[in-house]
């Protein structure tokens, strides 16, 4: 008799758990009907922590994540499922669900990859192949901008690299005509001081043919009669 109390005294706190991990689901399945993504969510956390390997919590938890637009936590969720030994059908939804938050995450190729493995385990899920070709198209479309951005990139640069060289090349002839500018204006004051040489040559010979003209007339003066002083 003490044996089967001992026992009902440890079977009793774990049926309670098991209803009350449920009842955080109920509640939070109402919640999210009602678009209550939020308070859904921390029900769904609640019943988590009665029990971490409630695969319905925490696939409906990633979906509460997803509701609310955070795609990246829901997809640790959607892993944390997938990783789980859950059965096909689960690990199916769930991987369907991961290629949903990839696909709002822009990131089309881990998109398609869950998509695939979704498929594996549920070949006939309309839903996740119509998925798999749109985000295909998605990841395309995706490249292809790339890759005319990148072109749009290396034309710019091009013409960047012209402007400049089209700049280089109007500056090394700017500097060229002031060089020649200069080299005149050298020149120009080189004549100029030859000129002033020339000229002040000329000047002096000048003043020579002067003065030998006064000493000839002095000579020639005092072979004549010498004037009366006064």
């Known amino acids: 008799m003490k044996r089967f109390l001992f026992l009902l005294i440890l079977l009793v706190p774990f049926i309670a758990l098991s209803q009350n991990e449920k009842e955080y689901i109920r509640q939070g399945n109402q919640q999210y009907k009602n678009k209550k993504y939020n308070d859904a969510e921390i029900n769904y956390r609640k019943s988590l922590e009665k029990n971490k390997n409630y695969p319905k919590a925490e696939y409906n938890l990633g979906n509460a994540l997803y509701k609310q637009k955070q795609f990246d936590k829901a997809a640790e969720h959607y892993n944390a499922l997938i990783n789980k030994d859950t059965d096909k059908e689960i690990a199916s939804k769930a991987l369907h669900n991961l290629g949903n938050s990839m696909l709002e995450s822009k990131q089309y ?27 295909r198209r998605m990841l395309v479309q995706q490249q292809q901008q790339q890759q005319q951005k990148q072109d749009q990139k290396q034309n710019k640069d091009k013409k960047d690299d012209q402007k400049k060289q089209d700049q280089q090349q109007q500056q ?12 005149q204006q050298q020149q120009e004051q080189k004549i100029s001081k030859e000129d002033a040489q020339r000229i002040l040559q000329a000047l002096n010979n000048e003043e020579k043919n002067v003065q030998k003209k006064v000493k000839k007339n002095a000579v020639r003066g005092a072979k004549g009669t010498p004037e009366k002083p006064w």
Do not use: C
């Open 172 to 183: 090394q002839k700017q500097d060229q005509k002031q060089d020649q500018k200069h080299q």
């Open 109 to 135: 190729d881990k998109s398609i990859e869950a998509y695939k493995q979704a498929l594996k385990m549920n070949p006939k899920d309309m839903d996740t192949k119509y998925n798999l070709e749109y985000a």
